[in-house]
């Protein structure tokens, strides 16, 4: 299988929160959405972003430097997946890839999943925005052995506000793949008074039990950890005063998940 070249930012080892047991993940540069709680604004831009002064504690070949990102190939990703193989073998672990929007690159993402896949039989997440045609989807998804499908705004006028983009295609694809029984956990992004709201709430119930096969969802709480970054990267950061929501107003949420049958997880 020839190599194939991609963009990533980061390479995240012995990582708890973005799939079964633990993982690999991996993070691919450049989204097509631009949402107003998104941490991780450095995985927006496609290219590699040189930004002076900056130094970003990543464990990566770059830490240390002023480059934002990397042009690599799928096998020197899956060198450094290889390296701490053995621990999430024991622990039913796998790779997640994560971004930014890994879709955004489908033939880096597509050749990544199947070298994973014949090489290490690893077990394969992919954490997406699910903003993609279904011809990309439909090119990766039977290597992709659980979809983190994130469901933000069920309104496409408030999606579009908040996230830059229609929900139309997001909603469309996610509801293909669950017509084909592909294994999908949801993502919430709980962000007090945008996504939160008793609204989108009950739209989110009634569509959810409208799935096939989607039984589960997580609630990703909105925190402000990631507000730094937008100043060191001359990035306007829209929800200044936003506080991170509370226990009880995440626990009133995750019963009503519950109260439609749904298994909840808060956090990852
Ligand atoms: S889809 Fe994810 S990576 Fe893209 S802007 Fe939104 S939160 Fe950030």
């Known amino acids: 299988m020839n190599n194939t070249t991609g963009v990533i930012f980061n390479i995240k080892k012995y990582a708890l929160h973005d799939g079964p047991g633990i993982r690999t993940t991996v993070f691919f540069k450049g989204c097509p ?35 934002i990102g990397r042009v690599v190939t799928d096998e020197d990703v ?48 992919l954490d997406t925005s699910g903003y993609a045609s279904w011809d990309t989807i439909e090119m990766v998804k039977e290597d992709v052995d659980l979809f983190l499908y994130d469901i933000k705004l069920i309104n496409n006028n408030e999606h579009r506000k908040y ?11 996610i509801e293909t793949l ?25 739209q989110l119930c009634k569509w959810l039990q409208e799935r096939s096969t989607i039984n589960e969802i997580h609630l990703l709480p909105y925190h402000n950890i990631a507000k ?19 226990v009880e107003k995440l626990n009133v949420i995750s019963s009503r998940f519950k109260e439609i049958g749904f298994k909840v997880k808060i956090g990852g």
């Open 163 to 173: 996230t830059g983009v229609s929900n139309t295609q997001i909603i469309n694809n």
């Open 33 to 67: 959405l631009n949402c107003w709680w998104c941490h991780n604004p450095e995985g927006l831009n496609p290219k590699p972003e040189c930004i002076q002064g900056i130094t970003w504690n990543y464990s990566s070949p770059n830490s240390q430097h002023d480059t």
């Open 78 to 125: 899956l060198t450094e997946i290889k390296r701490d193989w053995i621990f999430y073998e024991q622990s039913n672990g796998g790779i997640t890839i994560s971004g930014g929007e890994p879709l955004m690159q489908p033939e880096f993402l597509s050749s990544l999943l199947k070298k994973c896949k014949l090489s290490i039989e690893a077990s394969t997440t």
């Open 228 to 246: 730094a970054k937008y100043y060191k990267l001359g990035l306007d950061y829209q929800l200044e005063d936003l506080e991170t929501p509370s």
């Open 178 to 202: 669950d017509n084909q029984t592909h294994n999908i956990i949801i993502r919430f992004p709980v962000i007090p008074g945008i996504t939160d709201t008793p609204s989108n709430i009950n």
